[in-house]
């Protein structure tokens, strides 16, 4: 029903239609992302229309469903991640979110782009057992009947065993009693699943219901649940950026001051988990924004995001900046991302299916480059307007027009008011709605 992308062998585009992107209307936008040959025309009627989720699909999606909750969906440019182009679809409600992506990546882009490994797409499923009687000699039971339990996990789900995917390995666990705390010793049993190209969570739970008795039975303890985890920590996605000081010049700093001060600000957030809460918030707001927008499981995400930044014991930033020898600005982002293509809401959403297409993108490896590449970016964006201009400034100026519609104003009084608000060097609703009324007379 939709066409495909007609870029280059590169996997780039015609970037002259997408010059001031930010200054078109809705309907320009979309026109210049068709010349760009970024989406097919079939695509371009599709967002003319709407990406609009229709009444039946909703109501099976969820339980009670009444109506549907929309969301801004609009698209980030100039991202070139291990040399390929990319426009990047981001579902959110913040202002500047989108375009201080954009920024971050048309700077990085400049200094040669993101730069991303992926490692191997292996999910966890995990089953906790209690009151195991010697668990050092359960764990001995427990992996010499490896093969036998990974058996059974895969017959429980042959179709992803036919495909090339299954369970692949068996760790396990011992979690001692903590009497402080109240709680119980636990004998925890790793699968490590390969889902290929869905998130999988579907499939990893069937798999561990499925191990459970046998598990009981050669342990002598009692089953407490199988589920998976995720903490995703065999699915790590690493993006990396080199910026030279040439590119980091603002307002009267040198672009050696500027690349200082964003080192700093990162040994902040790395030292106290105050800042750390702040400044990972920051990097979801891209990464949340991207998977959203793709149909996958955002709560799943941050969840493991958040898990990981707290991997030594203490909550610290997700991100690091640093100096090169030859004094470049140094950035790195590793995630957990255990997301799919397939599967869920991916294959029954109509933005979700837009994205995919929007993307271009060929496998699950890919999405998750993109989306922590995104992270990256949205993060460099706002540490950089942190140490520089102030956060306030970008922010504020785009809130403007959504004080001004929550005040009343429409059509070309949203300009109107904004602008004014942000002359008045008070940008607050009481004030917007005083501008509205002064405009109308």
């Not at 809705?26 to 695509?43: F, G, P, T, V, Y």
């Not at 297409?357 to 989306?371: D, F, M, P, T």
Request: with cysteine; proline share 4%.
């Amino acid at each position: 029903m939709y066409g495909t992308l007609s870029r280059t062998e590169e996997g780039n585009m015609d970037k002259q239609p997408l010059h001031k992107f930010y200054e078109k209307n809705r309907l320009e936008r979309i026109k210049a992302l068709e010349q760009a040959k970024a989406i097919s025309a079939e695509d371009a009627a599709l967002l003319e229309k709407g990406l609009v989720l229709p009444d039946e699909t909703a109501d099976h999606m969820i339980e009670n469903q009444i109506a549907k909750y929309e969301l801004p969906y609009g698209t980030a440019l100039n991202f070139l991640i291990d040399g390929k182009e990319y426009v990047v679809p981001m579902a959110i409600e913040e202002p500047s979110v989108v375009a201080a992506a954009s920024s971050a990546a048309k700077i990085i882009n400049k200094a040669g782009g993101f730069r991303t490994t992926v490692s191997s797409r292996m999910m966890i499923g995990q089953v906790a057992l209690m009151d195991v009687p010697d668990p050092i000699r359960a764990k001995t039971v427990i992996m010499a009947h490896a093969e036998d339990i990974l058996q059974t996990a895969n017959e429980a789900k042959p179709s992803i065993v036919k495909r090339g995917g299954g369970a692949r390995k068996l760790e396990v666990r011992l979690i001692p009693a903590d009497e402080k705390a109240g709680t119980p010793a636990f004998f925890v049993v790793h699968l490590h699943i390969d889902t290929l190209e869905a998130m999988g969570a579907n499939i990893i739970d069937t798999m561990a219901e499925a191990i459970k008795p046998h598990l009981e039975e050669w342990t002598g303890g009692r089953a407490l649940m199988g589920i998976l985890s995720n903490y995703a920590t065999e699915c790590l996605a690493t993006a990396e950026c080199r910026i030279p000081v040439s590119l980091l010049e603002k307002n009267g700093m040198s672009g050696e001051e500027v690349r200082d001060r964003i080192i700093e600000a990162a040994q902040f957030a790395y030292a106290d988990p105050y800042r750390a809460a702040t400044h990972n918030k920051g990097i979801m707001n891209g990464v949340d924004a991207v998977v959203i927008a793709t149909g996958n499981d955002w709560r799943a995400i941050e969840a493991g995001a958040h898990a990981y930044a707290a991997r030594s014991g203490k909550y610290r930033s997700l991100s690091t900046w640093s100096k090169a020898e030859n004094g470049d600005l140094l950035g790195s982002l590793t995630l957990p991302l255990p997301v799919g293509t397939v599967g869920g809401q991916i294959s029954i959403h109509p933005a979700a299916g837009f994205s995919k297409r929007l993307l271009g993108y060929q496998n699950a490896k890919e999405l998750e480059s993109i989306i922590v590449s995104a992270g990256l970016g949205q993060n460099f964006s706002a540490i950089k307007a942190l140490v520089t201009d102030g956060i306030q400034k970008g922010h504020m100026a785009l809130h403007a027009k959504s004080l001004a519609i929550s005040a009343g104003a429409s059509g070309s009084e949203i300009d109107r008011v904004a602008e004014k608000l942000k002359q008045s060097g008070t940008i607050d609703l009481a004030t917007a709605k005083k501008i509205l009324k002064e405009i109308r007379g």
